[in-house]
């Protein structure tokens, strides 16, 4: 039945992509579907359009419908990992002699890429505090065609003007890429800022239970998707069927998940700015945070991720030693809270001169906070900090 008007996100997050076939079987939720390879009717007309699992997959197929629709994009595409996701991006939209401007507070996984990657093929990054789009613009170069933004960074939460940048991009003929995975669908859409392409590792929230490890791209510019749909296709890391009917599982409740991760979250970042052996608390929705109204602009909500300064890397080793209820590990993202060492877990790949210089130190520490009770969570780090 055609829709009369736009669906909220909490119904198109638990509707969109799954519609029952009443001309079929009529399931309600999306079967795995195993098949690697599908029967054609002849030679050159294959039956439904399916080929071959990684060329499309009944059930990839709906969760990218599903993401398309979250991050109110005309196209999504699945991939085996966020780096994946990222990997196949850049190889789709640079060439040899291309560069590219990053912010250089970001993920140390996409900066080893840039580097250790991207730049055997020729691809250069420079890499700039975003905060100001001077900088960003300072940075431009002839050959600039990509521009690669996190709001909020990670680890340090700083929050970039993604419009701002993006109608700077457009006017160089450059690219925008959004990161979007720390702030999900719900809480931020870049697409809608002016940007030109969202990137996500599913495994955190969209995902949101620790189980399942995945990426995706989304767009509504067509000449970026024709070649990116090529690549997902040629260069083959798909997630498979299983892996995207646990992303479509845990997406049904991103909506809910993310408004108690950012009523947590606020909690623990309030706990912890009035705590003495903090020495700072990154959080984009505490009014100190110096970004905390183009915030408020952007983000529906502040989210589930902060980190903290502690005074020194012997504070920091403490008080993570000394957590019970948050689990030290990589990722996040999920319903459980998470604490992640930075210089030495997520951003141990940046040389430390440069991470000390853009503010990663010893003392930092980042939170992802989950959906437990907020009091044991305050409990715990209160216990762990004493």
């Not at 008007?5 to 999306?30: K, Q």
């Not at 196209?75 to 780096?83: E, I, K, P, Q, V």
């Not at 870049?190 to 989304?218: C, F």
Request: hydrophobic fraction near 40%; charge should be positive.
């Amino acid at each position: 039945m055609p829709r009369t008007r736009r669906l909220g996100f909490g119904t198109r997050s638990v509707h969109d992509g799954e519609e029952p076939d009443l001309g079929s079987t009529g399931d309600v939720v999306v079967p795995i579907h195993l098949s690697s390879t599908f029967a054609r009717r002849t030679v050159s007309k294959p039956s439904m359009g399916l080929e071959y699992s990684r060329t499309g997959n009944p059930t990839r197929s709906a969760l990218e419908r599903r993401l398309a629709s979250l991050e109110n994009a005309a196209h999504a595409l699945a991939f085996s990992s966020g780096m994946a996701a990222e990997t196949t991006l850049l190889l789709s939209l640079l060439k040899k002699g291309d560069h590219l401007v990053a912010g250089d507070d970001l993920y140390g996984g996409t900066r080893r890429l840039f580097e250790s990657t991207m730049r055997r093929f020729g691809v250069t990054a420079t890499y700039v505090d975003t905060r100001s789009t001077a900088a960003v613009s300072g940075a431009f170069r002839g050959n600039t065609r990509l521009i690669w933004l996190e709001s909020p960074t990670n680890p340090l939460m700083r929050i970039c003007d993604i419009g701002a940048i993006s109608r700077l991009a457009k006017r160089r003929g450059a690219v925008t890429v959004v990161d979007n995975t720390f702030a999900s669908p719900y809480l931020q859409n870049p697409l809608d800022l002016g940007a030109s392409v969202s990137v996500h590792s599913t495994t955190k929230y969209i995902g949101g239970h620790s189980d399942v490890v995945g990426g995706a791209v989304m767009t509504s510019d067509d000449s970026l998707f024709e070649p990116l749909r090529f690549n997902q296709n040629a260069l083959g890391a798909v997630p498979s069927p299983f892996d995207c009917f646990m992303v479509l599982r845990g997406s049904k409740t991103l909506h809910l998940r993310m408004e108690r991760h950012s009523e947590n979250a606020l909690k623990v970042a309030e706990f912890l700015a009035g705590h003495s052996s903090v020495s700072r608390v990154n959080y984009p929705g505490l009014r100190s945070h110096p970004q905390y109204s183009l915030a408020k602009r952007q983000m529906r909500l502040p989210g589930g991720m902060l980190s903290v300064e502690l005074k020194g890397g012997a504070a920091a080793r403490r008080f993570m030693s000394r957590l019970r209820v948050f689990t030290l590990a990589e990722s996040l993202g999920g319903v459980e809270s998470l604490v992640d060492h930075p210089a030495t877990m997520t951003h141990a790949s940046v040389p430390k001169a440069e991470r000390e210089k853009v503010g990663i130190t010893e003392g930092l520490v980042r939170l992802s906070i989950g959906i437990e009770d907020a009091d044991d969570l305050i409990a715990d780090l209160g216990a762990a900090l004493s």
